[in-house]
């Protein structure tokens, strides 16, 4: 046990200079939301500063329980909170995590593996997740919050992948859904005149039609902390599994995304770019195509947002189904919580349609729950078609990750830029990557 704390907090002091590489300034990855927590004006909010120690204010048991959380910075926070009260009747005292992703995680950390109560229920994102669930620092929810009928609403590999533990407890309840979503530039596919992008012949077709004079027909973030995200997805899209190397179909998108660079398809120097630098060559015209979290802020921002400019489409179909990634924070129960039943049904809340609802009118955060997603979001929004095309026509799974996640990310990256730049064999970036996958899970 020991050896697995240390583990996880090794894991922890890491993460802030790395996760970026999950996320990007478009709402999207591993840190996706856009609302990174201070401290805030609206009811019962105490501030916790970066530099200080997680502790809640309530000590005269004037509160139901404690939510430690990443949105209380939104403006529209308080009435989210006044809601959630009427709702439950609760009394909520809200510590705001701090901003510094390396110093939030640190402080969850310490917080779960501590057994310190004073905080009931916690939101974290998919590397926590990866590196928790298993700790038995969290509550498992299947009994109480997030039961059959309630479950089936969200996303079943999203669930499975990244809130599902060993023994099958599932033990977060989603707050929103965030698709890596696959972006095309109209305007070049009607200048080259590609209608379809639905099979691995038509994107075949497309990047070879779309590239040329220091145009390509894809764009990606291939910077070592980023390319996590890319290599995974065309795994997942040649119906590969991320956690086997030794599957053929590993090879085969590894093959693919290597001939991309040898057929001048994509551009090897994007090994140094991240979303910041991706998305305006995007917008300038550079890329053809290229997956991308988010619902294309950066887009909208540079006029380039619209059905005959920059738009999501369909994710092409490589194998025998369709893939995609879907991220997200989650509601999660500390395990030595003493208000337990009043944090069920905060929980209960939160996975109702209600809940969901009140959630995405407040953050305007695409609701995880399928059937939220359909009455409540307006036909007006330009992700909805495409966001419930995702849900009905692709399988829908969580990003592949480890208990030592950022680990592991940076390194996959760092064989990923040698294998492109030709310095090592595939054979050899399937040897390490499966070393990889062997050493950073424990």
């Known amino acids: ?70 949105n209380s910075t939104d403006e529209d926070f308080p009435d989210w909170l006044a809601n959630v009260e009427s709702a439950t009747g609760l009394k909520i005292n809200v510590i705001a995590a701090p901003t510094d992703s390396d110093t939030r995680q640190q402080k969850i950390t310490t917080i779960l593996s501590t057994g310190d109560a004073s905080v009931d229920i916690l939101e974290i994102n998919d590397e926590m997740s990866a590196s928790f669930k ?78 040329g004079d220091g145009r390509y027909g894809y764009g990606g973030s291939w910077e070592k902390t980023y390319v996590f995200n890319e290599i995974a997805q065309f795994v997942n899209m040649f119906g590969g599994d991320y956690l086997d190397w030794t599957n053929p179909a ?21 090994i140094a770019d991240k979303y910041e630098q991706m998305n305006p060559k995007f917008n300038d015209g550079k890329y053809g195509s290229l997956f991308m979290w988010g619902l294309g802020t950066d887009y909208d921002k540079a006029g380039m947002l619209g059905a005959d400019k920059i738009h999501m489409a ?17 509601y999660v129960l500390n395990t030595a919580s003493q208000n337990k039943d009043a944090a069920f049904k905060f929980l209960q809340y939160m996975a109702s349609e209600e809940g969901m609802k009140a959630s995405y009118e407040a953050f305007d955060r695409y609701p995880a729950r399928k059937d939220v997603a359909a009455n409540v979001v307006p036909d007006t929004d330009p992700a909805k078609e495409m966001y419930s095309r995702y849900a009905e026509e692709c399988v829908v799974k969580g990003r592949p990750m ?30 390490k990557a499966q070393e990889y996958v062997e050493t950073y899970n424990k």
Request: with cysteine.
């Open 1 to 70: 046990m020991k050896k697995k704390l240390v583990s996880v907090l090794l894991t922890a002091a890491m993460t802030g200079s790395l996760l970026a590489g999950c996320g990007n300034a478009d709402n999207g990855g591993g840190d996706s939301s856009s609302t990174e927590a201070a401290s805030d004006d609206g009811a019962s909010t105490e501030t916790v500063s970066d530099d200080k120690a997680a502790q809640t204010g309530s000590g005269d048991g004037a509160y139901d329980l404690t939510l430690y959380t990443i």
């Open 134 to 211: 298993n700790s038995g620092w969290l509550e498992g929810l299947n009994d109480t919050v997030m039961t059959e009928d309630i479950r089936g609403e969200f996303p079943q590999g999203y669930v499975e992948d990244m809130i599902t533990d060993k023994n099958g407890q599932i033990i977060g309840v989603p707050g929103y859904s965030g698709y890596l979503a696959f972006w095309v530039n109209q305007q070049i596919m009607d200048e080259v005149g590609i209608t379809s992008l639905d099979t691995k012949e038509d994107f075949m077709k497309y990047l070879e039609a779309a590239s």
């Open 250 to 270: 590993n090879r085969e998108a590894m093959e693919f995304i290597h001939e991309m660079v040898e057929k001048g398809y994509t551009p090897i120097d994007q």
């Open 314 to 330: 369909m994710v092409p179909q490589l194998s025998d189904q369709k893939y995609i990634f879907t991220d997200s924070w989650s």
């Open 402 to 431: 480890l208990p030592q996640t950022m680990e592991f990310i940076s390194a996959m990256g760092t064989i990923f830029q040698s294998y492109v730049k030709d310095e090592i064999t595939l054979d050899d970036f399937c040897a």
